[in-house]
């Protein structure tokens, strides 16, 4: 049997390349300083934002509002608060921004908090998103219900007693819009686009190739779908993979690799320097990462059994990752990866259901499912553990018993995890 081309020809020009890729990340990262540098030295700024979080807080018996809002003419997404009781949702405002000099560089790059003055408020002209949100909306009785599905469908921010549920749950994972949500959709479009397309094939153009067409096809409508919900980090960097690797495989060229992985994770931090800073982006390059290593070892195995393995295997490998920040431990995480097989039919069974306006007929078990009551326990991994863990990783590529040791590892800490809520 032939072997598929490689992406690289030898590990001297993957690291030839990844060094390139490096300079143009420092490069684009200089000209994100010099903004930064440019910002913080005036004195305030006037920008319009949208809204996209809104939370009520706190401080010394002095309660106000959190705002997440995003800028468009700065590029910057930021917290500010107001002493003002309104609903900002859905509106834009006008602000005057205060910047401090100690504002560091991962801050401007990330998601800082700056001091602000509420000038106007804006209604939003309801647009199509909007209207398919209040389309989600009119179909539930539960803004709770509401709330998770216009976080599954348009990547819309979780209300936080919403999100402390689902990180009870351990499936944050499913919520978050990622590669996860698009190849179910993808393989949706394919099967519902290719029988028509075959009609017109057979009779006008049976010379061309069906599944290269209904890919590409597919392709433009998953982009635009990643455009509308304005591209979250991990939807981003699935889509860049998706388009790749559909171009990879359409070559002929081997498509599930580590250098493969290494390369997109290297374009994206350059077309979107940002990212370096976003969660949900590494979270979601780890996840890959781990469903590459686990088809590296187990991918003679049959396709029933590489789900499982994939959808339990990835559940445990990614513990330790997600307890270097979320040290929230609940026994109803056990269910995670048993959610996650369940997920694969809910997705687009869900979106058939809401186009119909029969959205509602699984409210009784999704509302059971959030409201279940557990004991919760704290268990944050020590970053030096952590760093130690993401080693052993990276050399279970090369080595099967490294990689036997990495499940060790994570079982292990699964057991330690778990353990005290039963003894």
């Known amino acids: ?5 490689k992406l690289f020809l030898n590990v001297k020009e993957f690291w030839l390349v990844m060094a390139i890729l490096v300079l143009v990340l420092l490069l684009r990262l200089s000209f994100f300083y010099g903004d930064y540098q440019d910002f913080k030295s005036k004195p305030f700024y006037f920008t319009n934002v949208e809204v996209l979080q809104q939370y009520e807080k706190e401080s010394r018996g002095r309660p106000y509002t959190m705002l997440r809002v995003y800028s468009d003419g700065l590029g910057l997404t930021f917290f500010t608060r107001t002493q003002k009781k309104e609903t ?3 509106h834009q405002l006008r602000l ?59 990547a819309t921010p979780l209300e936080k007693s919403l999100r402390d549920r689902v990180s009870m749950l351990g499936v944050s994972h499913l919520i978050a ?47 635009w779908y990643v455009w509308f919900v304005d591209a979250p980090a991990s939807l981003l960097r699935s889509y860049m993979m998706m388009v790749i690797g559909w171009t990879l495989l359409v070559l002929g060229m081997e498509l599930l690799s580590f250098t493969f992985l290494a390369t997109i994770v290297m374009l994206l931090l350059v077309i979107f ?33 590489i ?98 040791l990495l499940f060790l590892v994570a079982f292990g800490f699964m057991g330690w995890m778990f353990i005290g809520f039963w003894v």
Do not use: C
């Not at 995670?336 to 009784?364: I, K």
């Open 177 to 223: 819009l990622s590669g996860f949500h698009l190849a179910i959709l993808w393989g949706v479009l394919f099967v519902l686009i290719r029988p028509f397309y075959r009609g017109l094939q057979q009779r006008f153009f049976p010379y061309r190739f069906d599944l290269i067409d209904v890919g590409f096809l597919v392709l433009v409508i998953l982009g």
């Open 273 to 305: 320097p940002k990212l370096l800073l976003s969660l949900a982006f590494w979270f979601s390059v780890l996840g890959v990462f781990y469903i590459f290593l686990l088809l590296h070892y187990f991918s003679t195995l049959h396709k029933v059994l």
């Open 307 to 404: 789900t499982l393995m994939i959808s339990f295997g990835i559940f445990v490998l990614m513990l330790p990752i997600v307890h270097l920040v979320f040290p929230v431990v609940s026994p109803l995480q056990l269910y995670s990866p048993f959610l996650s097989l369940l997920f694969g039919f809910f997705y687009p069974l869900s979106m058939g259901l809401h186009l119909v306006g029969l959205g509602y007929l699984l409210d009784v078990p999704l509302l059971e499912l959030f409201t279940m009551r557990s004991d919760v326990h704290l268990v944050p991994l020590d970053k030096y553990y952590g760093m130690a863990y993401l080693l052993l990783s990276l050399g279970a590529i090369y080595s099967k018993r490294l990689f036997y």
């Open 96 to 154: 005057k921004l205060f910047p401090e000099e100690k504002m560091r560089f991962v801050e401007y790059l990330g998601t800082s908090f700056i001091n602000s003055e509420i000038k106007e408020v804006f209604d939003v002209e309801l647009g199509v998103k909007k209207s398919l949100l209040e389309s989600v909306a009119k179909q539930h009785q539960s803004g709770m219900i509401s709330n998770f599905y216009q976080a599954i469908f348009f």
């Open 1 to 5: 049997m032939l072997e598929k081309p």
């Open 88 to 90: 900002f949702l859905n």
